[in-house]
């Protein structure tokens, strides 16, 4: 059955609109909606929790120091640009804020409150000459039904500044219930953060001001008088009482303490203040391996590395992305942003990558495609593998010829454990060794940090020969 839904549909599928209908309703919608308040304050929470404290500066500082570079774009192809117009602003946004200043104030603002506005002020060739981060919790926008975004609002004690849309760049995290502000972690974190910090606040009272005994009865068996009684009331809760001690008194015999309240055992305390330590860590994306005093050495290399990879990458990105879109468009086109891929190479995946390629390209193609390195006189020789021939029975020459081989294994492996930590020199010239056993040893050798590493490169090479 039609109607005049299916009939519009029909008519206009192979046409698209010139711009976005639903825009204007978007805009009239949040015209009236000012910067939404989290029930929390986000940075009382960044001065009060040790863990959100923790979480932000390890994202934020780490993301600082990543170079940020400018790329001209050539087809596919990214050819770096030395000493850009950006990158120069970017290492001086302004004479109050250096560069890691910048971007670790960015960061913590994308962390603690979902946004993130940078100021730019212009030259006079119409170009960005500072930078300046401004306060999320100042900021509101001005939707528009044409432009989405009119401008912005920066209010300081009730006076309230207009800034144009061109003039701010808003980096933000997704928001599932808002059209133009981002969503904090802080927000996903609020009962852990509130749990922890309530449970501070009782261990602190507890070991504080209440001197650390427990909530009980003080039991008088004996019958005392009035005045007695009062007296003692005092006197126990003056040295033992505290601020908030409940202590009840009873009498009507011997005194005696009966312990009515829960120990830090029975409440396992120190569990629960890990439990929330681990929910608000994970919140953030930051592997409980980087912090835990429990963690090895190999945990904490496997915490560094999904870290890296799945929480401080993707924010780069982000951010490079933003600037590419809104900055990079004053300079001319074809221009983009990247950071440095910090991103960890997995070491076995890449030697395997050289071991399929290694029968296409001679050892010098793989030294120079794979690792930068200059050729080599035995890396000339065409690398694509020749069927065996049937191996006679080894008679003095193959012996010999064995012998020359380990022989100069065994020197490689001195000559390569001596240039450990050492700057780059002169290649180990292979005279006895086949062609593929010199590349197992040097393709090895490139990812040896350590003298135990090194020796199982020539441990396993050797175990190959026999």
Known sequence: MFNWLTDFFRLRRDKLRPRAP??????????????????????????????????????????????????RLAGEKRIGIENHPLELLLNSPNPLTSRFELFEQTIGSLELHGNAYWFLA??????????????????????????????????????????????????????????????????????????????????????????????????????????????????????????????????????????????????????GRQAQRDEILNIFGIPVGLVSENATEANAKVAERQFIERTLWPKLARIAQKITQELLPFYGADLVAEYDDIRPTDAQARLDEIRTAYPLLSINELRANYFQLPPVAWGEVASTPHPPAPSPTRGEGEASAGKAVLDELAQWERFALNRLDRAEGRPFEVTALPDELAFEVSAGLLFARDRESVKSVFAGVRAGLN
């Open 22 to 71: 639903h825009i204007e309703r978007v805009a009239a919608h949040n015209s009236h909606f000012l910067n939404p308040p989290l029930d929390i304050q986000s940075a009382r929470v960044y001065e009060g929790s040790p863990w959100v404290y923790i979480a932000i500066n390890r994202i934020a500082e780490a993301g600082a120091l990543v170079p940020l570079k400018v790329y």
């Open 122 to 271: 212009g030259d006079g060739r119409g170009q960005p000459r500072e930078i300046w981060l401004l306060r999320p919790d100042r900021v509101t926008i001005v939707p528009h039904e044409q432009r989405i975004v009119a401008g912005y609002l920066y209010e300081i004690n009730g006076e309230r500044i207009p800034l144009d849309a061109i003039e701010v760049v808003h980096f933000r995290r997704w928001h599932p219930d808002n059209d133009f502000y981002g969503l904090s972690p802080i927000a996903a974190a609020r009962g852990a953060v509130l749990s922890d910090r309530h449970m501070a606040d009782w261990n602190r009272n507890t070991f504080g001001q209440d001197h650390g005994v427990p909530a009980g009865i003080v039991n008088i068996k004996d019958f005392i008088s009035d005045t007695d009684f009062e007296r003692l009331k005092r006197e126990w809760r003056s040295h033992y009482g505290g601020g908030s001690r409940r202590t009840a008194f009873l009498r009507g015999g011997a005194i005696e303490w009966q312990h009515i309240g829960l120990s830090h055992s029975d409440l396992d305390f120190l569990q």
